[in-house]
């Protein structure tokens, strides 16, 4: 587990926590959200990544941390960013989302464009959502390097 | 078929000669060959007529995946090749061999089922794929490189998701047990397919693909996907259930974590990942996976309680052990071949004073310099090298001698010894477990070991803790009959769950899934051992994952008759292509006569009985639907399989009756 503070905030009710220590790279947490949300296996559209260090075993799953001060939200021009009412997951509306890409440039954590990618078929912006509450990452995980944690729990 | 599931749709075609890219559907294999190793097949059928060698431009090195590669289901992340294999002896002839990792997947991504090169470049180059985009580039920069920098230069020119196969100095130098490797260790390791791609002047495939594998029924797959890694624990290795046999000190002292070894693959196996281990004879740190056979580098501690022999108790130690891994998977040299075949041969000669030194260096097994000059002079083809290169029973012919004692651990076609208690003294596997090891050792092209992991292993591995009641009465429900486990019927019923394994190792070849982990049958899981999620037993998980991934409206007893369809048309090319009769299959009989490595249930040191083996073969031909006295398929089960075009072939060439 990764020790350290997570900020309770009214928003912010649960999140995904990696463990790179953990992680094996095999990759099931990229396939199942894929095959969860879009209906193929495709890690280009998966909501989560395993960045993999082949010649040094690091594998670091990169998944959105459901900000507390979501910048992306705020950057969303036509409001198609929603905080979940369920899971506080911080969620695009697809049917809302133009496909502008601002909410990608705006997350400070989306560098390599692995945390909000784009769906170039549908023309939306994708990220986590907590799969309603269960997370399929987490559920596939065989060695418990993903851990959904709900801030009712903390 | 309206919308292709499972499968990309095309198959990828690069002559390396004038460097044309063409493409063509799958369709027209997935139904009769599903994938992997029964497309394979066909395109060697159809492509590779007889007498090409290994190294003929005309050869054809065939990469294909099957519908489940890149998806959920696990241990899916697998790709198969194939061709006229130069490791094979005394001539080579086509065959197969299997690789992990992540790059099939990445070919699927990238739009394709497989890939097919033919012809030779006129300098090194390397393949890069780029979803659509197709170039066969120079290779300036990697030839000469070892595997593990040649991919990593290709990372850093193309980006860090790239996924490369490569082959190492050993490939580029034609050693006939040369493998095509991708990450630290993944290999198509068996059959010499290295020196294959190294013949073409071809020192990588580079690929990146940003697409996704469709699924038709993908909440059906899905849930499916998630309740077979439930019941995957320890795949059979049910003694390292709890710890997986992880050496507690190694995750501190060197970075020890479990590691994948292929795409989408959430099996707890015994495959690691160590990140920092010292170099002994090479300072540094060394890191990589260590799995499968890698573990025998270091030698197994003294006092040896397995095998008559202590064929493996060299004094390497941990960390050198560890060192020799990374270096032979980095010049591309196939582990299996050096630690079953190459050093245990060398160190009889040295104990029988046949050959006591190379090159004036002593052969000292115990020295892991030794090992690293061996690895050098092999792949480099230095001094004694060059000999060594062409592999274990090609080198006692130019030699001139150690022949008897190659007999002793190859057990054809040169192949050491696999799952059969006779050469392989890692594997314990005692009578009559290997009786069904030798059947399938005698008809087929390669060591059978996707075959061989589910009787031969399965039975050995899970005895100490299922009874041969349990055994035999699993046996008759898969095979048919009791006698099939039973230990006191040793030649009776054996052809039936030989058939039935081949089978299945076609299948776990062309979805593909793991071979060692698939079929599901024993379980710790449910009251009477039989493996099953609800009320779907675990020998039908792979159809299951298959309907649901593809939706191709098929049975499973019409996906078990393509698995028959493959492997009929597999011996049909050895027919036509190498004159395969019941004599080849029979020469497998010496090997198997001499006493076996462990004691079994009847606490005597057992052999072959040529007899009675001979009866078991004309019974296993007879199941097979195949003539008795030469072991050819006839025309009536080729047609039986939809095979008409290649009945009336072998007809016509005179070939069957």
């Known amino acids: 587990m990764v020790n350290r503070k997570i900020w309770v905030v009214p928003t912010m009710r649960g999140v995904i926590v990696p463990d790179p220590n953990s992680c094996s790279g095999c990759g099931g947490c990229e396939l199942v959200c894929s095959l969860f949300h879009e209906g193929e296996c495709n890690p280009t559209l998966a909501r989560i990544h395993v960045s993999r260090e082949v010649f040094t075993g690091e594998n670091t799953p990169e998944v959105c941390k459901q900000c507390p001060c979501p910048e992306c939200l705020s950057a969303c021009p036509v409001e198609a960013i929603k905080i979940d009412e369920k899971t506080g997951a911080i969620v695009i509306v697809e049917e809302d989302c133009t496909g502008c890409e601002k909410c990608m440039a705006a997350c400070l954590f989306n560098e390599k464009k692995t945390i909000l990618r784009f769906n170039p078929e549908k023309n939306v912006a994708i990220k986590c959502d907590l799969c309603g509450g269960e997370p399929q990452c987490v559920r596939v995980c065989p060695h418990g390097a993903l851990k959904y944690v709900k801030m009712e729990e903390a | ?657």
């Open chain 2, 1 to 657: 078929m309206a919308k292709l599931c499972g499968w990309a749709g095309k198959i990828l075609r690069v002559d390396l000669t004038d460097g044309r890219v063409s493409q063509e559907d799958t369709v027209r294999y997935v139904e009769r060959f599903i994938g992997g190793r029964g497309i394979n097949a066909k395109i060697a059928w159809d492509e590779i007529p007889p007498g090409i060698d290994a190294f003929d431009p005309e050869n054809r090195l065939i990469f294909t995946t099957g519908p489940l590669t890149g998806t959920l289901a696990p241990t899916s992340g697998k790709i198969v090749v194939g061709g006229v294999a130069p490791q094979v002896y005394p001539k080579p002839w086509y065959t197969r061999s299997c690789m992990g990792g992540r790059f099939g997947s990445e070919l699927k991504y990238a739009g394709y089922d497989g890939l097919i090169l033919q012809g030779k470049a006129e300098k090194p180059v390397y393949l890069w794929i780029h979803d659509k985009e197709v170039e066969v580039r120079d290779a300036n920069r990697i030839w000469g490189r070892d595997t593990f920098s040649a991919q990593e230069i290709l990372m850093r020119e193309h980006g860090e998701e790239v996924k490369a196969a490569c082959i190492g100095q050993a490939g580029e130098r034609l050693v006939r047990f040369a493998v095509i490797l991708t990450e630290t260790s993944n290999a198509a390791g068996q059959g010499g397919f290295g020196a294959v791609m190294g013949s073409k002047n071809l020192k990588a495939i580079a690929i990146r693909g940003t697409g996704g594998v469709k699924i038709a029924k993908p909440r059906e797959f899905l849930n499916l996907c998630l309740a077979i890694r439930e019941e995957l624990h320890a795949p059979y290795h049910n003694a390292i259930d709890e710890t997986y046999g992880v050496q507690k000190d190694h995750v501190s002292k060197y970075g020890l974590k479990l590691h994948n070894c292929a795409h989408a693959c959430t099996t707890k196996c015994f495959s690691y990942y160590y990140r920092h281990v010292p170099g002994v004879v090479n300072p540094g740190m060394k890191s990589g996976l260590y799995m499968c056979v890698a573990p025998l580098f270091p030698g197994l501690p003294p006092p040896s309680t397995i095998g008559r022999a202590s064929f493996y108790n060299w004094k390497i130690g941990f960390e050198a052990g560890f060192e020799l891994n990374v270096i032979s998977n980095q010049y591309g040299l196939n582990q299996w071949e050096l630690i079953l075949g190459m050093v245990p041969w060398l160190r009889m000669c040295r104990d029988e004073g046949i050959m006591t030194e190379m090159d004036g260096t002593p052969i000292n097994v115990d020295d892991p310099k030794f090992w690293v000059t061996l690895f050098r002079k092999i792949t480099f083809r230095e001094g004694l090298g060059d000999a060594l290169a062409e592999g274990g029973e090609r080198a006692t012919d130019i030699l001139g001698k150690g022949k008897e004692q190659i007999r002793r651990l190859y057990a054809a076609y040169g192949y050491s010894g696999h799952w059969d208690g006779h050469g392989d003294r890692v594997n314990v596997v005692s009578f009559p477990v290997w009786i069904v090891s030798a059947l399938q050792w005698a008809t087929d092209t390669r060591d059978p070991f996707s075959s061989g992991h589910c009787y031969a292993a399965s039975l050995s591995l899970w005895e100490p803790i299922l009874s041969w009641d349990t055994f035999k009465r699993i046996g008759k429900k898969l095979y048919g009959s009791e006698k099939a486990c039973d230990p006191f019927t040793p030649y009776e019923y054996k052809a039936q769950p030989t058939i039935w394994h081949q089978h299945r190792s076609v299948l776990k070849d062309s979805l593909p899934v793991c071979d060692a982990v698939f079929p599901r049958i024993y379980s710790k899981k449910t009251s009477d051992n039989f493996a099953r999620i609800g009320d779907m037993d675990g020998p039908s998980f792979e159809y299951n994952m298959f309907a649901a991934a593809t939706g191709v409206n098929m049975g499973e007893k019409e996906l078990y008759e393509a698995c028959e369809r493959t492997f009929n048309l597999e011996r049909a090319l050895q027919v036509r292509n190498y004159g395969r009769t019941r004599v080849k299959d029979e020469e497998i009989i010496p090997y198997f006569e001499e006493k076996e490595q462990f004691l079994g249930p009847f606490n005597k040191y057992m052999g072959l009985d040529r007899q009675k083996f001979l009866q078991l073969l004309d019974e296993y031909y007879n199941l097979r639907g195949w003539d008795v006295k030469t072991g050819r398929p006839t025309k009536e089960k080729l047609r039986e399989l939809g095979l008409n075009d290649v009945a009336s072939e072998l007809e016509k060439g005179g070939l069957i009756q």
